[in-house]
């Protein structure tokens, strides 16, 4: 059996998906942190961790484990928000630092072109198309584009944990490490 862990982040619909390999079960979380909501960013990021923590621990309960974790990273071209994606990036890594056993603990970061070309067979996919191939290629319906990201990024950890895809799969996934000195 194999727990694999996805998670697509950001404070306006941060989600985590956990999918079981043998039994296909999945559980979802989808969670929304506006600022508005908090008196600093630093209040946002304590309660952003520690809701990490306490749902990964429930999902981890559920289904028994986790083995690895995906996570997006970061949009390359971005102009605007970097550093608050940065912080929240390092709130959810401190999170699963602090709840999960090594390696697990450690996430695999999944550029959106890689997740997109994984999932669709393109590297330029729209959000719909996203939720669209979702649907088409496991059968898992979502009306919100991040829990279709967050389950894709799931699968796809499947994928590279288990090193059972097809080519085109596998290839999507082949320079993936979940920290610099690991040997695949």
Not at 23 to 38: E, I, M, V, W
Not at 51 to 77: F, K, N, P
Not at 152 to 157: D, E, F, I, K, P
Request: aromatic content about 8%; some cysteine; overall charge positive.
């Amino acid at each position: 059996m194999t727990v694999c862990l996805g998670i697509d982040q950001s404070y306006s619909g941060l989600a985590m998906v956990a999918y079981d390999t043998d039994s296909g079960a999945h559980l979802d979380r989808l969670t929304a942190y506006p600022a508005t909501k908090y008196d600093t960013q630093s209040d946002r990021l304590d309660i952003i961790q520690t809701d990490i923590g306490l749902h990964v621990r429930h999902m981890q309960d559920s289904l028994g484990r986790i083995d690895v974790v995906a996570m997006e990273g970061y949009a390359a071209g971005a102009k605007f928000g970097r550093e608050l994606a940065g912080e929240l990036g390092g709130a959810v890594k401190l999170a699963l630092l602090d709840v999960l056993y090594k390696p697990s603990c450690y996430p695999l970061i999944v550029a959106p072109t890689k997740l997109k070309k994984y999932t669709t067979g393109k590297g330029t996919a729209a959000k719909n198309e996203m939720l669209l191939s979702v649907y088409k290629r496991w059968g898992v319906t979502y009306s919100d584009d991040n829990l279709a990201d967050a389950y894709s990024l799931a699968r796809a950890a499947s994928t590279w944990h288990t090193k059972n895809g097809t080519k085109a799969e596998l290839d999507s996934l082949k320079d993936l490490k979940r920290y610099p000195k690991e040997v695949r």
